[in-house]
């Protein structure tokens, strides 16, 4: 009787196994057995593998086939899940992890022995670590590779618009930690053109029309989101430009969802003329001629070394604040040594160092790369602008470095300056040594340098995180 029940299953299982050779024979196409006709024996060593039980060892009982497990798992159903609701998934796993640590908002960080988050310079030492290790363990961002140069995947290195230039050949040449090459696992979307550029070989020199700007930013637009699916699918929420030029806000202009929606890195960044901090970014400026800081703002003078002015302005005169600076101050007391136009026999940086306080008035544009120079040579800036939001204040409080004095107070400028004790210079100072590294373009990168606080304020915008 077992021999029988035996002969039969053998006998079943040929006809099992004849059937599927002849089927796939037959079917065509590419996945077919037929391709591999001249080597049965390697197509059979493919097919599923049937275990047979034994036979049975009493009276009544049936013989049964059952297929492995390893093999059983390989015909259940796979749901994968879409390239965007992953993305979603881990920005929602980000925003958990820095909600965790926000409400120890008063507890300094220390993060290494070269990094140490103190609640007194920081907004949120906390948050801003752990969304700062969020950035470097998730963050992707596709650059565009329509368009040419030198408009496209090019800026400017060695002058007053030094940032715009040297972020746009960090995300093109640089490291590429963020980078990714498929567009459907990003998070941002860098769109890679040069303002800069724009005005040097679209503008009209004395004409003030700035349509061909306008115009090159519609059409650029106007090709990605034609070619790609990803700026129409969010409107371009998820996209970024990046300018330090003038006329970066206005060139922005010329697509009113890139005006409005996307997120904008300027550094004239005036909340008056639409800047909006609650989804732009505002980019320092720093002046880099020949592409490196100056030499004598590399190792500024120890805190406690004398400096015998009390506040320094050397510039041109335009802009609104400008004037009101120059009619109270310039040449009006000794102690705050106000230029329009520094003598040739002084030198700059050399007024800088030996200067208590820094004036840093808005030009025709809100930001000023005194700001950062101030920062290096530990002058501690004073901020006298109207409607200018300041570089990465998501995360630093401007007010443990710098001094903010409204246009309005202008006549009352030295009494300010005079009532800011020794002890409060000296802290200021400190605050100042402290957020310096975030205003360093360094190559190659660094953390928690400049470019890497560029990234994590858009990082942050698309978090739709507020410290």
Known sequence: MAKRITVSIVVVSAVIVAVIFISGYFSGGDGGLRRSISDPEAELKKLPVVQLVGAARKRGDEPRAVISAEIASRFKPVTRKRASDELEEGLARARAAVRRVAPFRNKSVIVDSNHNLSSSIYRNPSAFLQSYKEMERRLKVYVYEEGELPIVHDGPCKDIYTSEGRFIHEMEHGSHRFRTSRAEQAHLYFMPFSVTWMVKYLYNPN?????????????????????????????????????????????????????????????????????????????????????????????????????????????????????????????????????????????????????????????????????????????????????????????????????????????????????????????????????????????????????????????????????
């Open 207 to 467: 004409t003030y029309n700035l349509t061909p700007l306008q115009e090159f930013v519609s059409d650029y637009v106007k090709l990605i989101s034609t070619k790609h699916p990803f700026w129409n699918r969010t409107q371009g929420a998820d996209h970024f430009m990046l300018s330090c030029h003038d006329w970066g806000p206005r060139a922005s202009e010329g697509n009113a969802r890139l005006y409005s929606t996307s997120i904008r890195v300027l550094c004239n960044a005036n909340s008056s003329e639409g800047f909006n901090p609650q989804k732009d970014v505002s980019l320092p400026e720093i002046r880099l001629y020949g592409g490196y800081v100056d030499p004598k703002l590399i190792s500024p003078p120890p805190p406690t070394a004398p400096r015998p002015h009390l506040a320094f302005f050397a510039g041109g005169l335009h802009g609104p604040v400008r004037p009101v600076l120059l009619h109270h101050w310039k040449g009006r007391d000794p102690d705050l040594h106000v230029y329009e136009y520094l003598p040739k026999n002084l030198n700059y940086y050399d007024y800088m160092l030996k200067s208590k306080f820094c004036l840093c008035p808005s030009g025709y544009e809100v930001a000023s790369p005194r700001i950062v120079e101030a920062i290096y040579a530990e002058c501690i800036p004073v901020i006298l602008s109207d409607h200018y939001v300041l570089p990465f204040s998501d995360v630093l409080r401007w007010e443990a470095f710098s001094i903010q004095v409204n246009v309005s107070e202008m006549a009352r400028l030295k009494e300010i300056l005079m009532g800011v004790s020794d002890d409060e210079v000296l802290r200021l100072k400190e605050g100042l040594r402290a957020i310096r590294k975030h205003f360093v373009l360094n190559q190659p990168v660094k953390r928690f340098d400049m470019f890497h606080m560029i990234l994590h304020s858009v990082w942050l915008r698309r978090l739709n995180l507020r410290f």
